[in-house]
């Protein structure tokens, strides 16, 4: 008898409310993966209809691919994780069934993960070689520093609105303070504002890769995955948080997942966090100022 729970990620168009980014589909995954722990219930990941499913080597042990109209119909629990906590309850009390379900269950603010839950939903990023390569060649091969910058959900439907002064200024400011010095690798800069990433990449010779990044959102798949192999290879990473006063999914829990050694600034106070994973990567250290 089989008990599986499926987080899933549905297509455009099959949303019930708001569609989620894929922060909140990835935090919700490792934590899903620790709650079903030794309750008898297999947990898998479910991207069969949406944009991902031909940008990831789907690895049988951690991915399922359900009925589309299972798919469709799974709950959005994004706001009260009490419903979902019942139906989970209700599956590992029945003798079999799989239940379909999207959730970002978790706190936000974690700062380490154990290496069984690593292990399991970093197999979500094993992207096919087309993504692989493409992040090599923009790279060069080299090692190199990712800065992740968000600026509210607004700007993936606005390509061209820029942020306001105040905020580039404060964005300036923690580069300045935070990133430039005693840099020694290269910095590819993501965003969900695109003219705030092109103004960061030329004014301060940034590297970027040739397409307008998506920063986690639902749609333009493509984009997201590179935006993630880009993460999750980097040898460090630095997390502007501009619009909201928690840590982005996207880039914080990639961090962790892959132990790349990550601090986040985060809107109103901007103050210097440090994420600690569960073993640093040699290859670079925070330093004071860097």
Request: charged share 25%; net charge negative.
């Amino acid at each position: 008898m089989t008990k599986l729970v499926a987080q899933t990620f549905k297509a455009p168009g099959q949303w019930q409310g708001p569609p989620p980014g894929l922060g909140d589909f990835i935090r919700g995954a490792c934590h899903l993966f620790e709650h079903l722990e030794g309750t008898g219930v297999e947990f898998r990941l479910d991207v069969s209809q949406s944009g991902f499913a031909g940008l990831i080597k789907q690895d049988p042990a951690v991915f399922h691919a359900g009925a589309p109209d299972a798919i469709a119909s799974a709950g959005e629990h994004f706001e009260d994780d009490a419903v979902l906590l019942r139906e989970l309850d209700a599956l590992a009390r029945a003798g079999e069934g799989v239940l379909h379900v999207c959730s970002n269950m978790g706190a936000w603010h974690r700062r380490q993960l154990p290496e069984h839950t690593r292990n399991f939903v970093s197999r979500f990023y094993a992207f096919v070689p087309e993504i692989e390569d493409a992040v090599t060649q923009a790279t060069g091969g080299r090692d190199y520093r990712v800065l992740s910058v968000r600026c509210g959900d607004r700007f993936f439907d606005e390509p061209s609105a820029r942020v306001d002064a105040a905020t580039e200024s404060t964005v300036c400011r923690i580069i300045e303070r935070h990133v430039l010095p005693g840099n020694h690798a290269p910095v590819v800069v993501i965003s969900d504002c695109d003219t705030l990433r092109e103004s960061l990449r030329a004014r301060y010779g940034f590297t970027a890769m040739p397409y307008r990044s998506r920063h986690g959102a639902n749609g333009g798949a493509d984009a997201v995955a590179h935006d993630l192999c880009l993460l999750k290879r980097s040898s460090a990473n630095v997390h502007i948080n501009a619009w909201s006063d928690w840590w982005s999914g996207f880039s914080h829990y990639t961090s962790m997942l892959f132990s790349v050694p990550s601090v986040n600034f985060r809107a109103p106070r901007f103050e210097r966090e440090e994420v600690t994973g569960a073993e640093p990567r040699p290859a670079w250290r925070w330093r004071p100022g860097g």
